[in-house]
T-cell receptor, first 117, second 118 residues
Framework: ETGVTQTPRHLVMGMTNKKSLKCEQH?????MYWYKQSAKKPLELMFV???????ENNSVPSRFSPECPNSSHLFLHLHTLQPEDSALYLC????????????????FGPGTRLTVT | AQKVTQAQTEISVVEKEDVTLDCVYE???????LFWYKQPPSGELVFLIR??????QNEISGRYSWNFQKSTSSFNFTITASQVVDSAVYFC???????????????FGPGTRLSVLP
């Protein structure tokens, strides 16, 4: 596998279900990100992990719970979602040298299309 | 707060025409980075270019060129001799430090949908 992979590619879940999205990067990066892309809003950055530590949580509801067990893997645990959470969820990774004031491009996975019924 | 504006929601051109996609940004930081991404119908975001705030040289890569003007806070993207395969949504993005000073925070513009007609 190369680049950034995401599973599943499509997910349909009821509001009472619990599911998890998985992301894996094969680029040797040390930072990973979750984004939400819905039809009516621009790409929204949800969570930022750098060196496996969560460094940003952009006012995301607690029904979304991220987990980063190591620098190559990122999960998004979902529970009691609402229909308005239906969207494309994108994972990305990058090299992080922000302590030196250098910011690198992010590489994105293909996304998980989530539908909440 | 930082912000990225892409005023053109949709653009249609005929193949071989040149097209410019506009991007205007707002930030209070003196050090920041700007990016362009392409999202074709398949959905995957593809990185095109990265530019830091201290480098105002224009860049050309094949049919693509970028014009960065710090004085007007703009980072415009031009496709020369457009092709049908250029049809996609193009996003401009701005990156700066997170509130903790660790990691980077990306803000994306709303995107411009480009349709290149044969």
């Amino acid at each position: 596998e190369t680049g950034v992979t995401q599973t599943p590619r499509h997910l349909v879940m009821g509001m009472t279900n619990k599911k998890s999205l998985k992301c894996e990067q094969h680029l040797g990066h040390n930072a990973m990100y979750w984004y939400k892309q819905s039809a009516k809003k621009p790409l929204e950055l949800m969570f930022v992990y750098s060196l496996e530590e969560r460094v940003e949580n952009n006012s995301v509801p607690s029904r979304f719970s991220p987990e980063c067990p190591n620098s190559s893997h990122l999960f998004l645990h979902l529970h009691t979602l609402q229909p308005e959470d239906s969207a494309l969820y994108l994972c990305a990774s990058s090299q992080d040298q922000s302590h030196g004031g250098v910011y690198y491009e992010q590489y994105f996975g293909p996304g998980t299309r989530l539908t909440v019924t | 707060a930082q912000k990225v504006t892409q005023a053109q929601t949709e653009i249609s051109v005929v193949e071989k025409e040149d097209v410019t996609l506009d991007c205007v940004y707002e930030t209070r930081d003196t050090t920041y980075y700007l990016f362009w991404y392409k999202q074709p119908p398949s959905g995957e975001l593809v990185f095109l270019i990265r530019r830091n705030s201290f480098d105002e040289q224009n860049e050309i890569s094949g049919r693509y060129s970028w014009n960065f003007q710090k004085s007007t806070s703009s980072f415009n993207f031009t496709i020369t001799a457009s092709q049908v395969v250029d049809s996609a949504v193009y996003f401009c993005a701005l990156s700066e430090a997170t509130a903790l000073g660790i990691g980077q925070n990306f803000v994306f513009g709303p995107g411009t949908r480009l349709s290149v007609l044969p």
